[in-house]
């Protein structure tokens, strides 16, 4: 079981915005710790989409924002595209574990 | 540029040992510390430990602590990744992956990662 709980699959039609839930507990995300997504395609290496919480790096389109709020984070595809399928995680890190942590991992479908 | 390349595949019986290497190249390769995460088939990402390749310091998860060992080679920039008493369960895509700093420094997030190594641990 991963510590970092999202919904196994979200699905959106092109244009369309979608959003990724991360729910963490009080031990993670609710310390202040700040939360990292990362898309990983079929057969490739994870890649930063958001870190810090809301910032993108550079080369990443605007279409991805992150937010936080609670024991919670957010990750928004707006203007969603075909190259946005993908499975995307969310990662923090929990005091109790001592530990690094990621998501159990979203799957967005594009339609 | 900054580029993490992994040694290849292998093939492990049950009981044996595996070392994956991840040679750093592009940047101070002192400056950064390097971590690794395995995936399983069609699972998530786990979190195994890191390793400063200034000192050699290194911290590991829970699960792994002495099962796994990393070490670096400064001369050679690259950082290995050991684990003995392989089992089934350790079948898995091992990733090595760079950190960046933000905050001043005082944060992190894994921007590079190397291609990963398939471990197969089979009978």
């Known amino acids: 079981q991963s510590v970092l709980t999202q919904s196994p699959s979200v699905s959106g039609a092109p244009g369309q915005r979608v959003t990724i839930s991360c729910t963490g507990t009080s031990a993670n995300i609710g310390a202040g710790y700040d939360v990292h997504w990362y898309q990983q395609l079929p057969g490739t290496a994870p890649k930063v989409v958001i870190y810090g919480n809301t910032y993108r790096p550079s080369g990443v389109p605007d279409r991805f924002s992150g937010s936080k709020s609670g024991t919670s984070a957010f990750l928004a595809i707006t203007g969603l595209q075909a190259e946005d399928e993908a499975d995307y995680y969310c990662q923090s890190y929990d005091s109790s574990l001592s530990a690094y942590v990621f998501g159990s991992g979203t799957k967005v479908t594009v339609l | 540029q900054v580029q993490l390349v992994q040694s290849g595949a292998e093939v492990k019986k049950p009981g044996a040992s595996v070392k994956v290497s991840c040679k750093a190249s592009g940047y101070t390769f002192t400056s950064y510390y390097v971590h690794w995460v395995r995936q399983a088939p069609g699972q998530g990402l786990e979190w195994m430990g890191t390793?400063?390749?200034?000192?050699?310091?290194?911290n590991y998860a829970q699960k792994f602590q002495g099962r796994v060992t990393l070490t670096r080679d400064t001369s050679t920039t690259t950082v290995y990744m050991e684990m003995r008493s392989l089992r089934s369960e350790d079948t898995a895509v091992y990733f090595c992956?760079?950190?960046?700093?933000?905050?001043?420094?005082?944060?992190?997030?894994?921007?590079?990662w190397g291609q990963g190594t398939l471990v197969t641990v089979s009978s």
């Open positions: 390793i400063n390749p200034s000192g050699g310091a290194t």
């Open positions: 992956a760079r950190v960046d700093y933000y905050d001043s420094g005082s944060s992190f997030y894994f921007d590079y």
